[in-house]
Nanobody
Framework: QVQVAESGGGSVQSGSSLELTCTASGKFFRVDDMGWYRQGPGQKRELVAEIMRDNSANIAASVVGRFTISRDNAKNTIRLQMNNLGPADTGLYSC?????????????????WGQGTQVAVSG
């Protein structure tokens, strides 16, 4: 079993900041990629930012310069610092976790999603 815990969402005004955190726990060999996705009203779910074990990252063009993603491998945790938020950032933010699971015949890979945390930006 793998659990994905998310926190940090809320309702704020334009120009405000929020920090989202995501932690993976359970039985697995290790966490590989972790990332945040969001889905706004009438929009498809899109990648916001993802980060690998070596700290290489992919960040959506719409948030570059405003959002920063980081991770702590020892804690299996990622953080998304979101600054200068605007209405376009409104949506359900969900954490995606890729893990390696050990089996007798070799490693297996699986993806898990958190329930999501809501971000609402007004003004």
């Amino acid at each position: 079993q793998v659990q994905v815990a998310e926190s940090g969402g809320g309702s704020v005004q334009s120009g405000s900041s929020l920090e989202l955190t995501c932690t993976a726990s359970g039985k697995f060999f290790r966490v590989d990629d972790m990332g945040w996705y969001r889905q706004g009203p009438g929009q498809k779910r899109e990648l916001v930012a993802e980060i690998m074990r070596d700290n290489s990252a992919n960040i959506a063009a719409s948030v570059v310069g405003r959002f920063t993603i980081s991770r702590d491998n020892a804690k299996n945790t990622i953080r998304l610092q979101m600054n200068n938020l605007g209405p376009a950032d409104t949506g359900l933010y969900s954490c995606k976790v890729d893990v390696e699971i050990e089996y007798a015949f070799g490693p297996h890979y699986a993806t898990y999603w958190g329930q999501g945390t809501q971000v609402a930006v007004s003004g």
